[in-house]
């Protein structure tokens, strides 16, 4: 049974997650002359998932990994996105605020169980955790790759970098990591990316 | 173990699916000037989806109806956006090759598994998805109830087309189809649209 405190507080959710169509990454998608927003961005990555969910070593929870992608971002609506080379890119403490926030918007027992969601994909421990993160730093690096490095050029990445802040990828799949690896040294000496 | 093979489909699959971002469809996001696209409409549906599973009068497979919604859009790459109050909304011929196309991308048993997703949608038969396309119904009315009736004010909708069209909404929740009828006559009488 749905109350109408219930649908006011899931319509109130909804409506301000409108937000999040309006926060900037700093890629822009292949093709497109404009950045990518991190709404679209979260529909990319929940399907890259679902794509390579089967090929995982270890066997993960596809609705659980695909919840976690879908909300991770939803936090930028109060603290925007931060670029995965910025020093400052880490900011738990402001990101955890804004989930409390978000998800009090919610009927209790649904926001509580959004907001762990979003807790186990931070702390990065769980098998579907750790899949999930994987794939948010994969897209990117296929986006990249497709580009002509758009990113990594626009910030003066260097291969070193990249290959090190995307690591965490081959524990969704070693011979992903494998090729990416190599197809990032191929790109990097077409497009004139720094080594170290 | 992925080979490399089904990493090149994979990949090909999904930087095509970058096009869905450019796909523009005929509502503006609550608060924005620009108008919505595809691809971040159906991360918000996935996630609509997501609060309002528990109250299904029928229990549905979340995973199934968040892939459901993940994909069904895809197919606009080739064919647009339909605006759902038009004459020639209904194009499933065009819709079904493109999406013959796009699955095809994928090795074949994911390829498979996605095409018999996205026909189940459109069937519209399954709880699922019946639910699936509710929620696909209901987030264009919960933003004209909250950015001023912006896409029926600019097609000049009735209230009458409004309460027909949407009336699935009802499968998915029958106390917020209620709710929601009650919304759409109250803000239509204050922006001014026509009953008929």
Redesign the interface.
Known sequence: ????D??NA??Q???E??????VERRIK????ERY??S??H???I???A???S??APQAVD??KV??ML??HDIVEIDTGDKFAYDANHDDFANEHQAALRLFAL?PES?GRKFLLLWEEFEQAQSPEAQFAKAIDRL?PV??NL?NGCQSWLAHDISVKQILSKNAAIEQA?P??WQ?LKEQVIEKAKLVGLKTE
């Open positions: 049974m749905l109350l109408v219930d649908i899931i319509t959710f909804i409506i997650l409108e937000k999040l169509k309006n998608p292949v093709g497109l990518e927003n709404a679209e979260s529909w990319h929940a399907l890259l679902l794509t390579l089967r090929y596809e609705l695909v919840t879908l909300l919610l649904l897209m296929l986006q497709h799949n011979q992903l090729w």
